[in-house]
């Protein structure tokens, strides 16, 4: 994949680290869970080695627009084809005390609005600038990313398959059907966890979008 202009990057965060996603659905700069922490995705850096978290449609030639939900850190990118239009809401949980389930999470919602598309999903992450090696296992449908310093576990709602060091899956999307992703820190030990229902992750979602206005406010 050929490396994208800076521009063509939205942000994301939580006060305590930040994403850059690029306009077809890829994340391909995120240090975790800190902003001086060593990095999970850099693709940003080196396409091929550097780790990225992509969601785009499986069809070629889609026009794509981003933007954020209005006065808040929310990104949606979107992909419009002939037979449908589907959209990526990308997202930290923000404001949470450290004990919350929703502390140190990227949460990725995948919706249609019109139609159908069918998308694939990709996730590699490359830990510490690529120089660290990792573990990749799949439980039930969770995937969970294990090295030396820091492991990750990544919750879905469609299967997952393993290719190497990475996990990938497709999925198709009717008008009002979605699909969730959740990226999280997994403390040593700790086993994967479960994709949230569509309503936990409404819920943490509104919270999030009332966060930012209530921040934006003062």
């Given at each position: 994949?050929a490396?994208q202009p800076?521009?063509?990057?939205?942000?994301?965060?939580?006060?305590r680290?930040?994403?850059?996603v690029?306009?077809?659905?890829s994340?391909d700069?995120l240090?975790f869970?800190?902003?001086?922490?060593?990095s999970?995705f850099a693709?940003?850096l080196d396409?091929?080695?550097g780790?990225r978290?992509?969601?785009?449609?499986?069809e070629?030639?889609?026009r794509?627009?981003q933007?954020?939900?209005?006065?808040t850190n929310?990104?949606?990118?979107?992909?419009?084809?002939?037979?449908g239009?589907?959209?990526?809401e990308?997202?930290?949980p923000?404001?949470?005390p450290?004990e919350?389930?929703?502390h140190?999470?990227?949460?990725r919602?995948v919706?249609?609005t019109?139609g159908?598309?069918?998308?694939r999903m990709?996730c590699?992450?490359a830990?510490?600038y690529?120089?660290?090696?990792?573990?990749t296992t799949i439980r039930?449908?969770?995937?969970?990313?294990?090295?030396a310093?820091?492991s990750?576990?990544?919750?879905?709602?469609?299967?997952l398959?393993r290719?190497?060091?990475a996990?990938?899956?497709t999925f198709v999307?009717?008008?009002?059907?979605e699909a969730?992703?959740?990226l999280r820190?997994?403390q040593?030990?700790e086993a994967?966890?479960?994709?949230?229902?569509n309503?936990?992750?409404?819920?943490?979602?509104?919270y999030t979008?009332?966060y930012?206005?209530r921040?934006l406010?003062?």
């Amino acid at each position: 994949m050929a490396y994208q202009p800076i521009e063509n990057y939205g942000i994301i965060g939580n006060m305590r680290t930040a994403a850059l996603v690029s306009m077809n659905g890829s994340i391909d700069w995120l240090c975790f869970p800190f902003f001086d922490s060593p990095s999970v995705f850099a693709a940003i850096l080196d396409d091929q080695k550097g780790g990225r978290f992509e969601i785009n449609p499986r069809e070629e030639g889609i026009r794509t627009k981003q933007f954020y939900w209005p006065e808040t850190n929310v990104l949606v990118t979107r992909f419009l084809s002939p037979d449908g239009v589907g959209e990526v809401e990308d997202f930290m949980p923000v404001g949470l005390p450290p004990e919350s389930p929703w502390h140190d999470r990227l949460v990725r919602r995948v919706k249609v609005t019109r139609g159908a598309v069918a998308f694939r999903m990709y996730c590699r992450p490359a830990f510490d600038y690529a120089r660290t090696p990792h573990r990749t296992t799949i439980r039930e449908q969770a995937a969970v990313f294990e090295s030396a310093a820091l492991s990750l576990g990544l919750a879905s709602s469609v299967p997952l398959s393993r290719e190497d060091h990475a996990v990938h899956g497709t999925f198709v999307l009717h008008e009002g059907e979605e699909a969730v992703f959740v990226l999280r820190l997994l403390q040593a030990g700790e086993a994967s966890h479960r994709c949230p229902s569509n309503t936990d992750t409404e819920d943490v979602f509104e919270y999030t979008v009332n966060y930012w206005h209530r921040w934006l406010s003062k």
